[in-house]
């Protein structure tokens, strides 16, 4: 396999999806909810509430949080210790959320597309291998989320630093578990969630038929990584670590089988199922 | 001249369809082959299973001494297929197209501008190709299949839906690079656009080849009685033709296309029609097109059958 094609097929795939204004505003949307507008709003109410009534309830709720989770809780006041633990442990999934869906949406169409335009034909008359060609979508398809969660990440970042950061004695974020998350974790789920999707790109025959398929893939990782994420935010280090080589076996194997179920025939459009 | 590419006893099958069955067909290197045949005939497949894009299910397939099963990617480096739709990316620029296409190929960006100029869609290089009209696709497809400067180019229907101009810088490009010894294989259905360049012509036909030979060996076999076209000042005085013995045939249309029981009979032909006051401008034979002679080879298989 030679990595020069392999980044000229991810990076035209970029130059293209770019240009696509009709893929990326929705994308910036979704992320900008998710990172941004989301978080902000919870964190505004929370912060600034006067309610004694809201007070109260987050007072319950931090009471039924784990033992280790409610050590680590910062804050003097019950509002402090609720925009706290908003910001580290309950908006965490968002994490994952996003640029799987990002990602998810790119992956589905990446081979059937290539079939529906007819530029798969092409593809099968060049010298690329199939695995330079598989490889290169599934880069294609993980950029996008993985600048998506980079830059949602840091914004993030701020936010809940300059929102939260007075109310509990400075900056605070992002704590270990959440570095841990988005560097270790988060991009093995997704290449998980794309090997999966990949392959089933390469055998329907429509794009329709691949965001269903890629939806139906994309929501139990989803849901795994939601449950994930949370959880080894209580115990970063150990649990981080392992879930995250588990993932990373799991990618690779991805990656593998899923290189494997492309092939020069369903490119030209006659492998389909 | 050897073989650039030779098909042995090849089938391929869909299913229970089966697109190409036990053809056997060899293109000399450096030479232009038309593959003839109507839908369903095999020609697509012929080509694909000439890059190696598609495995065959039995014989054997060698493409500049290559077996593009095993050598697929060494075989695909150095052959080039125009497909019947250009296969474009509509987002990229022309200029992005063919970068791409550099790249994958490992011919160098400095091809790029003198390829679109060679096709004349330099000017066009930087828009988005979902802009383009459907010859100047055709025109940058063409452009991007000699980047690298291919040994083999398989053009498959590379004409269809094209304006004039474009067809004819289809056609310029292949007399081009046959004639600087690389090998053509144009699959087509516009037989009047394939006129002369063909070196060999194959007609196709239910994944075989049922007929194979240069144009003029093909007109030998398959059109019995040559034919001559007459005219004269005073038309009327070709009217003896329709009758005359040595006259299989004769067609009124602008001068007289005269269908002979053979070509030596045309000087005493000539001769008699002088000799009864005719004054002939014109005597030029009448070649078959490829057009007459793919509906005579059509023919000429069914009475077979």
Partial sequence: MRWDRTLTVARIDLSRLFKSKDYWIPMGVLAAVFFVILPFGLLTVVTSTTSSDLVNKIGEVLQTLPGPVQDNVVGETPAARGAYMLSVYLLAPVAIVVPLTISSAVGAHAIVGERERGTGEFLAHSPLTVREIFIGKMLASLVPGFIATAVGFTIYSLLVNLKVGPLVGGWFFPTTGWWILIVWVVPPFIAVALSVILWVSAKVRSTAAAQQAATLVSLPVIMAAYGVSSGLLINPVVAGFAVGVVAWVLAAGGLISGSRSLNRESLLGLGGD | ?305
Wanted: proline share 5%.
């Fill in chain 2, 1 to 305: 001249m050897p073989d650039a590419i030779e098909f042995s006893h090849v089938t391929r099958r869909f299913g229970d369809i089966t697109a190409v069955d036990d053809l056997t067909l060899t293109v000399p290197e450096g030479s232009i082959t038309v593959l003839l045949g109507p839908n369903g005939a095999g020609k697509t497949t012929t080509v694909r299973l000439t890059t190696g894009a598609l495995g065959s299910d039995e014989g054997s397939i060698r493409v500049l001494g290559l077996d593009p099963r095993s050598s697929g990617d060494e075989v695909r480096a150095r052959t080039a297929v125009v497909p019947p739709k250009p296969a474009l990316y509509d987002q990229l620029t022309g200029w992005e197209n063919l970068a791409f296409t550099a790249d994958i190929f490992g011919a160098p960006h400095d091809t790029i501008r003198p390829a679109a100029e060679r096709f004349g869609i330099d000017h066009a290089l930087q828009l988005n190709v979902g802009g383009y009209s459907t010859g100047m696709r055709t025109r940058l497809a063409l452009a991007r299949a000699v980047l690298h400067d291919p040994q083999v180019l398989l053009l498959d229907e590379p004409t269809a839906g094209l304006d004039p101009e474009s067809a004819r810088a289809v056609l310029n490009l292949i007399r081009e690079l046959a004639g600087r010894g690389r090998t053509i294989v144009l699959c087509t259905h516009l037989l009047h656009e394939a006129e002369g360049v063909a070196d060999q012509v194959v007609l196709m036909g239910a994944g075989q080849a049922r007929i194979v030979g240069s144009q003029t060996d093909l007109a030998d076999r398959f059109v019995t009685n040559p034919a001559v076209i007459l005219d004269a000042e005073d038309r009327t005085a070709l009217a003896a033709l329709e009758d005359h013995a040595d006259v299989v045939s004769a067609e009124w249309n602008g001068s007289v296309h005269v269908r002979l029981t053979h070509l030596d009979r045309l000087p005493d032909l000539v001769a008699e029609l002088v000799g009864n006051g005719a004054r002939i401008t014109r005597v030029e034979p009448d070649n078959p097109t490829l057009e007459t002679l793919y509906f005579e080879m059509q023919r000429s298989l069914r009475e077979a059958s």
